[in-house]
């Protein structure tokens, strides 16, 4: 008996063309990708929802959050055993770990994208698609939290990141790898998450900066988030999680206007953490109230602060969901 698989449509270069008077990639009218999907029938029983028609670009929290209510509200009226969402690949990674965060589901949560349009040679979204769906099928996939595939691979929605801005290897997940491969014969997972965080989120109303810490950075641009109503900041900071000093009175205005600061590093390998104890260093920001936010990027501590915002009444609550 075939297994049902929502599979839901949301823009992208997986579903745009080449015009060929400008060259330029632009979305179709009609998204290709209902066409093609026919030919997953043979995995699946398909529900298709085209839920948004948007460059990746466009993605916001906001409709994160509706993709996230529209799977729940399509497993609450019929049994499903498994979701495919097909996504732009420049925020894709941001919308699967937003999913991971606030969905607590058994079934597998896939994500696909495309780094090659739909008339281009050699397009990898079909491909991408139908490996999707057989990695949503498989009992295998079950309770590893929302996976992407991409190029052969399984990577977890927490690790993953994109690499390079056009080659078709682009999503990797460093220091971690991938959690399974896809052959022609099989989906084959060689290792799984050890933990899953889930909140429930039902508005996102809050809102988080993301710098990106540079050498003889100063406060300027963290003073400027507290005037323009930011309710929290993350650091992408040097090392193991380090700032030059002028940073730190920035961070200290930010901490007294009761603003949460979450600190990462910068680099795709290691975690960040308290060591230096010098000006700007990470033990100083610790003892100063800093949050390490380890394992994760910017753009995912981003997502996981400003989830936590939106469930707690005060913001130094927020330091539990790290």
Known sequence: MKKT????????????HVNEESGAVVPKETNPLIVESKKLRQYADIIE????????PHMTPIEMLKLKNLILEAISKQEINGVVITHGTDTLEETAYFLDLTTNLEIPIVLTGAMRSSNELGAD???????????????????????????????????????????V???????????????????????????KQ???????????????VYAGMEADLLLSSIDSGYHGV???????????????TGIKALLDHQIPVV?????????????????????MLEDMGVIYAPGISGQKARLKLLIGLNQVHSPIEVAHFF
């Open 5 to 16: 698989i929502l599979l839901i449509h949301t823009g992208g270069t997986i579903s745009m």
């Open 49 to 56: 929802l085209d839920a948004f028609n948007l460059p990746s």
């Open 125 to 167: 979204g079909v491909y991408n698609l139908v490996e999707a769906m057989r990695v949503a099928v498989s009992e295998d996939a079950k309770n590893k939290g929302v996976l992407v595939v991409m190029n052969d691979e399984i990577h977890a929605a927490a690790n993953v990141t994109k690499t390079s801005t056009s080659n």
């Open 169 to 195: 290897g682009t999503f990797q997940s460093p220091q971690y790898g991938p959690l399974g491969l896809i052959t022609k014969t099989m989906i084959h997972f060689h290792h799984a998450p050890l933990q």
């Open 198 to 212: 889930y909140v429930e989120v039902s508005s996102i109303e809050k809102k988080v900066a993301l710098f990106k």
């Open 234 to 248: 993350v650091l992408e900071g040097l090392g193991q999680g380090n700032v030059p000093p002028a940073v730190v």
């Open 263 to 283: 600190l990462v590093s910068r680099c795709f390998n290691g975690i960040a953490q308290g060591v230096y104890g010098y000006e700007g260093g990470g033990k």
